[in-house]
Nanobody, 121 residues
Framework: QVQLVESGGGLVQAGGSLRLSCAASGGTFSRYAMGWFRQAPGKEREFVATISFSGFSTRYGDSVKGRFTISRDNAKNTVALQMNSLKPEDTAVYYC??????????????WGQGTQVTVSS
């Protein structure tokens, strides 16, 4: 059983930056692909980014490409999401997720509780 705890959310002005972090425990971190998702009020959950076991491969949602960067530190069991050039439409609860496969499809096995990101205009 993998436990995920996000941190780093907050309030930022448009054009600013935030760095989210997700700490994992309860499993062998390097055996899990990691991902970030977000959900805004009244909207469906949206894929943001994913990173492979070693960190060599990454993928991003179209709405964040070129602005967000996902990274991981397998020695510290953490995954981060660096968010730059933030826009009001980036406002959402951001969730960390983990699963034992690196794929573009399929369900995610483990989820964090989420951290709120609010971007003011």
């Amino acid at each position: 059983q993998v436990q995920l705890v996000e941190s780093g959310g907050g309030l930022v002005q448009a054009g600013g930056s935030l760095r989210l972090s997700c700490a994992a425990s309860g499993g062998t971190f390097s055996r899990y692909a990691m991902g970030w998702f977000r959900q805004a009020p009244g909207k469906e959950r949206e894929f943001v980014a994913t990173i492979s076991f070693s960190g060599f491969s990454t993928r991003y949602g179209d709405s964040v490409k070129g602005r967000f960067t996902i990274s991981r530190d397998n020695a510290k069991n953490t995954v981060a999401l660096q968010m730059n050039s933030l826009k009001p439409e980036d406002t959402a609860v951001y969730y960390c997720a983990a699963r034992p496969t690196y794929s573009s499809t399929g369900p995610w096995d483990y989820w964090g509780q989420g951290t709120q990101v609010t971007v003011s205009s």
